[in-house]
Each structure stands twice: as structure tokens, then as C-alpha cells.
């Protein structure tokens, strides 16, 4: 059982390129997430999804966009790189909505830094 | 002022030690309070939650929430060099509008 994987582990943007950080789960939950990981910060949500075609924003969406078109993939793309985007970013799922007590499955993240 | 505050530590104690980590919340609609550990290069991963006020003991893990100081507390016994680990809290509310809020995590140490 692979859980959450997500991919490249590492990455190097030159300011202004564009990416796709990708994430799939195979444990068939409705809720996936991405959060971004930065010193002193912890963790901070970029957008979510309740289920295939339904996505929202979270706490520091900009320079984000986000699509779910099935169950198990949730494709996070950087618009136009900037330093501020280095950070580690995760993908996350869970099989209950977001506010409640249930267990949130991490990816093993993604390392990424803007030059 | 952030939602949830947490001393980044790091925090280095002998092998065998109790360790005591602590966060506190400002937001009085949290109602699920969990602790996730992250070793280093890894995500996060679930390793108590407890839902409103009392205590939760996991083998040598201990969680406790204090709703009315706004306070929750994981304490580690006997502890292990392989409790080194980065220790997060997690709180989250009950409507469907909220979401779960990190705190900045402790990295802490055990040392042989």
C-alpha cells in the first residue's frame, strides 16, 4: 500500500519557470490537501479538495492553482516561480473532512527551491 | 498574534527522560487536538488525538488538554533516541469552514 506519493522529492526553478508538483493516494479518500512547510512557520494550507472537481483555497493560495480531476490525483502547479515559493511542500489526504479529528496521511514531501 | 503557538525548542534530553511538550491555542472552537511526529526528510505522521478536554495515554505517550487554559501537552516517558523527532500539535474546530491549524513544531532530542 503506497498511501500518498508525491513527486520530484527535489527541484531547482529558475525565477519566472512554471511546474507541476504531483500527488496521488491509492486509499480512495474524498479529502486531499497541500501544505507548505517553512522554518518557524509549521505548516500552512495552499488549497484543498473535497472530492474530484471541488477545490478551494486555503491559507496562502497565491501563485498556486490546483485541479481535481479523479479521486486519486491532486496536481499542484506553480504559475510563475518566485524565491518566496522555496519551501518543502506536502500533499495530504484523509477520508473525513478536514476540521475534524481523523487522520491525516502525508506525503514524504517535496523539496523545492527557487533560484 | 498566531492561532497556535509552539516553542520550536530544540529540546535535548538524556535517554530515559520524561519530555514535556507544549502548545497553546487562542481560538476556544477548537474541539480536536492532535500531535503529529516528523522525522527529519519525512512528512508528518498522526501520533495522538484527543477529542475536547482530558487526558489520552498511548503506551509511553500521554496527551492532555486543558480547554479552559487553552493549553495541551504531549508527555513522552522512558523516552528513546528514536523519539528524536520534529513533535507538531494539531487543532482543528467542528464546522465544515474550519480547518486543522499546525503549530510550528519542537525538535527534539534524545540523547544515548
Known amino acids: 500500500n503506497a498511501g500518498v506519493t508525491q513527486t520530484p522529492k527535489f527541484q531547482v526553478l529558475k525565477t519566472g519557470q512554471s511546474m507541476t508538483l504531483q500527488c496521488a493516494q491509492d486509499m480512495n479518500h474524498e479529502y486531499m490537501s497541500w501544505y507548505r512547510q517553512d522554518p518557524g512557520m509549521g505548516l500552512r494550507l495552499i488549497h484543498y479538495s473535497v472530492g474530484a472537481g471541488i477545490t478551494d483555497q486555503g491559507e496562502v493560495p497565491n501563485g498556486y492553482n490546483v485541479s481535481r480531476s479523479t479521486t486519486e490525483d491532486f496536481p499542484l502547479r506553480l504559475l510563475s516561480a518566485a524565491p518566496s515559493q522555496t519551501s518543502v511542500y506536502f500533499c495530504?489526504?484523509?477520508?473525513?473532512?478536514?476540521?475534524?479529528?481523523?487522520?491525516?496521511?502525508f506525503g514524504e514531501g517535496s523539496w523545492l527551491t527557487v533560484v | 498574534q498566531k492561532e497556535v503557538e509552539q516553542d520550536p525548542g530544540p529540546l535535548s534530553v538524556p535517554e530515559g527522560a520524561i519530555v514535556s511538550l507544549n502548545c497553546t491555542y487562542s481560538?476556544?472552537?477548537?474541539?480536536?487536538f492532535m500531535w503529529y511526529r516528523q522525522y527529519s526528510r519525512k512528512g508528518p505522521e498522526l501520533l495522538m488525538y484527543?477529542?475536547?478536554?482530558g487526558n489520552k495515554e498511548d503506551g509511553r505517550f500521554t496527551a492532555q488538554v486543558d480547554k479552559s487554559s487553552k493549553y495541551i501537552s504531549l508527555f513522552i516517558r522512558d523516552s528513546q533516541p528514536s523519539d528524536s523527532a520534529t513533535y507538531l500539535c494539531a487543532m482543528g474546530g467542528y464546522s465544515s469552514a474550519s480547518k486543522i491549524i499546525f503549530g510550528s513544531g519542537t525538535r527534539l532530542s534524545i540523547r544515548p
Open positions: 495530504a489526504s484523509s477520508d473525513r473532512a478536514l476540521h475534524s479529528g481523523n487522520t491525516i496521511y
Open positions: 484527543t477529542y475536547s478536554s
Open positions: 481560538n476556544s472552537a477548537f474541539q480536536y
